[in-house]
């Protein structure tokens, strides 16, 4: 078993669902991710003179890597959330529709999908109610 298998299942007891769903959107992102950095990496040069602000200044030291792994993998295991652990309520169905509907496509949503695909999707629009007390 893996380190990341032990720590998953120390901290999720019980419900090897949900073990197994965390446990692939790690292995999943993680692979993602590299392969992203890898090719940011030989573009840098390009990128680095993009007239896309939200390229520039890119240059550091530290590597985004643990960070976006565990943005992808939190999103993976919300998607993906087993029934037996799923909170099957108006708020809960209204943020995963969102998420997997709406959100950029640097996150993953839907343009990001199209620009993997080629295929354009419809676009589900979706409110959460949000009740104030």
């Known amino acids: 078993m893996s380190l990341m298998n032990e720590l998953i299942r120390s901290n999720v007891p ?18 993602e991710i590299l392969s992203k950095l890898k090719e940011f990496e030989a573009n840098r040069e390009n990128i680095g003179k993009s007239k896309n602000k939200a390229y520039q200044g890119l ?29 099957n309520t108006e ?5 995963r529709n969102y998420v997997n509907n709406c959100e950029p496509a640097q996150f993953g949503g839907p343009r990001h999908r199209e ?8 676009k589900i629009a979706t409110t959460a109610t949000v009740r104030n007390k």
Request: positive net charge; aromatic residues 8%; proline residues 7%.
């Open 14 to 31: 019980n419900n090897p669902e949900l073990v197994e769903t965390i446990h692939l959107g790690y292995e999943k992102c993680a692979k």
């Open 59 to 87: 240059k550091t030291p530290c590597s985004p890597f643990a960070v976006l792994v565990s943005y992808c993998a939190l999103r993976h295991t919300f998607l993906n959330c087993p029934k037996n652990s799923w909170i």
């Open 91 to 95: 708020v809960c169905n209204n943020a």
């Open 115 to 122: 620009r993997k695909t080629g295929k354009s999707k419809t």
